[in-house]
């Protein structure tokens, strides 16, 4: 099962809701970790700039080291700092559009804001995946 955890960048969250938004990918990835257990991989798109791509990575590392083996981290980073490709180096876009081509997707945001994650989880949808947007208070 391959699992996406996409959302905004770090600068967008307030204080509080980094914890609320950490808690809720440290309880997806147990919950899908007890579903699939070996068969687990969990996407992210490695921000550049931090927040939820970054949370994902860490707390897929802890728990790791803390004896939950099995779970594949796997990451689609963008090559350059803009939306689409250039001299054939990836792009924001393209590194969204295979970050959706998971299994299941999960678009994680400040209440009231929207992000490239949230492009991501469109464009899932559009390939017929299953999709959750979670709007942190």
Request: glycine share 8%.
């Amino acid at each position: 099962m391959k699992i996406s955890i996409v959302g905004s960048q770090e600068n967008k969250w307030e204080p509080e809701q980094k914890f609320v938004a950490k808690d809720i990918i440290r309880q997806i990835i147990m919950d899908a970790w007890h579903k699939y257990e070996e068969d687990l991989i969990i996407v992210s798109g490695h921000c550049p700039y931090g927040g939820v791509d970054i949370w994902v990575e860490d707390i897929v590392k802890i728990y790791n080291l803390i004896g939950y083996h099995g779970i594949i981290m796997q990451i689609h980073s963008p090559e350059v700092r803009q939306w689409l490709d250039k001299d054939g180096k990836i792009g924001y876009k393209t590194r969204n559009m295979k970050i959706a081509e998971s299994d299941i997707l999960y678009d994680i945001e400040p209440k009231g804001k929207r992000s490239g994650g949230t492009w991501t989880m469109e464009y899932a949808k559009q390939l017929g995946k299953e999709i959750h947007l979670i709007e942190v208070e």
